[in-house]
């Protein structure tokens, strides 16, 4: 059992789903039972979750403290207990700082669960200790028709028409799922490029990922516009 898990990726909901799935699917009968939705962990006595107070805009250390402690009290029902991040990506340095210890020795009865936007959203010492999990499993057959062309290959035989009609469509997008492309087209680039023949192949793809990385840090660094931000991208793939 892992007890320090990151679950990343798609949009709130999405993630507090996969969340509460992980909950019911890896540990014990009788909390599957008394958990059927998410509101049931708010009641729950053996979870505690850890959000901003209402005059705050961040998590402080003083309420990561407070989730620590109620750690290392024993279980009231079950024979795990939890501490539950649902905005982790709010976490100050300090307050990040703070779980270190947690996350590597955490109790043998206790799980800490930290949800975030991307697996960037916090520090590597926090996401190196943590089992990482997707909020969302893409595959191209589930995909709706306006994204079935998400591959990098398929990309660069578009012409710029259908790329800009593709960023329109894409744009709309949580910001979250559009960067999960972008990290799903720098592996298939990356790819392409161990594999290429040909040192122009090679440079071009080398320059693509170059462009491709810099939106996604663009896009999860500042609040440059999303449409416009994937349509330049399009235009210099």
Known sequence: MFNS????????EERQKKALYVIQNEFTDQFKKRVGEWEDLEK??????????????????????????????????EKIKFMIIPKGYLLTRDAQGALLKTLEESPKHAVTIILVKTINDLLDTVTSRCRKISAKEYTYQDK????KKLSYNEILNMNKGELLDFAGEISKEEKEDIIEYLERWLVEARNFMLNSQGYSSTFSTAQNIK????????????????RLALESLMLNI
Not at 56 to 77: A, H, R, T
Not at 144 to 147: A, L, M, S
């Open 144 to 147: 709706k028709e306006v994204n």
């Open 5 to 12: 898990i990151m679950i990343f990726g798609s949009n709130q």
């Open 44 to 77: 729950h006595p053996d979870v505690k979750l850890i959000e901003q107070q209402k005059d705050k805009k961040s998590i402080g250390i003083s309420d990561v403290k407070e989730g620590i402690k109620y750690l290392q009290e024993k279980p009231f029902l």
């Open 211 to 226: 462009k491709i990385l810099r939106t996604k840090n663009d896009l999860e660094r500042t609040n440059l516009n999303t």
